[in-house]
């Protein structure tokens, strides 16, 4: 009997064990542990980064300046939306010009494209506030740098309008042809309300780029993030913690986004 016993006993212990080997297996092998690992891992780069500096670490002196950062991330959000806005308007226009039957505006839609294109972000935000800018009576260089970043975003907006409204089928243009539809019709009725679904991972994806482009109108000395960053480390020659606020600011603003674009494709995907 006692045998029995212990022989029930020792099953029972292994059966347990195989029960936790394989909960142990599954944890291991599923998704949300591989993105903890993941994030373990990140934090652990950059902790080692900030254990390996060799000044003082604290965050203490920028106590003072926390409006100055609010304002900082609240004018870089504020930029992003006006320039996404400006951006989806003039990229709108920018397409509705490249399939215009005027050969011209093709033309110069393809010639701004390629100008855009081959110049740097930065490179254009100066030449819009000190050569463009002057040329036309204006010298606010807020208005300047949001003007650069809106033409600067447009032709990327004109190619997610043009993959958009590609996707619309030649037997339904035949079909708005044949009811007799207007173009404002078509757009109105039909395709709008087709290529929003399709319009929108895109336009997450470039808020985001706008998001991060914003940071090189601090060469026009307008506070968004950067800039006011750089100016608390003048003040406070704490640059190395500086830097890592700097970075945290932006993945506050941009990882949320990234992953509302993820739910976004998930729940409108075609």
Do not use: C, H
């Not at 463009?132 to 809106?150: D, H, K, N, V």
């Not at 992953?259 to 995907?269: N, Y």
Request: hydrophobic letters at 55%; glycine letters at 4%.
């Amino acid at each position: 009997m006692s045998n029995f016993a212990s022989t029930l006993k020792n099953v029972n212990k292994k059966m347990m064990n195989s029960n936790i080997m394989k909960i142990i297996i599954k944890i291991a092998r599923s998704k949300v542990f591989a993105y903890f690992l993941a994030i373990l891992t990140v934090i652990a780069f950059m902790v080692f980064v900030v254990v390996r500096q060799t000044s003082k670490f604290s965050f203490a002196s920028f106590d003072i300046y926390i409006n100055m950062i609010i304002t900082g991330v609240w004018n870089t959000v504020f930029l992003s939306l006006i320039t996404l806005v400006g951006s989806m308007v003039l990229g709108f226009i920018f397409y509705l010009l490249s399939i215009s039957k005027i050969k011209y505006f093709n033309a110069l839609i393809d010639v701004l494209t390629e100008i855009i294109y081959g110049t740097p972000l930065l490179v254009f935000m100066v030449v819009m506030a000190f050569l463009i800018g002057p040329a036309f009576a204006a010298y606010t260089r807020f208005l300047m740098g949001t003007l650069a970043l809106i033409f600067y975003m447009t032709p990327y907006m004109k190619n997610v309008y043009k993959s958009a409204i590609s996707s619309i089928s030649d037997e339904q243009y035949m079909a708005m042809d044949l009811f007799g539809f207007t173009s404002y019709q078509k757009y109105r009725y039909i395709i709008i309300p087709q290529v929003v679904r399709i319009l929108m991972p895109p336009l997450m994806n470039n808020f985001s780029m706008i998001i991060k482009g914003s940071a090189l109108i601090y060469v026009l000395s307008w506070p968004e993030i950067f800039y006011s960053i750089r100016v608390i480390q003048s003040r406070t020659f704490a640059f190395v913690e500086g830097y890592i606020l700097m970075w945290g600011l932006y993945l506050i603003i941009t990882i949320p986004l990234s992953q509302l674009t993820k739910v976004i494709e998930r729940k409108w995907s075609l």
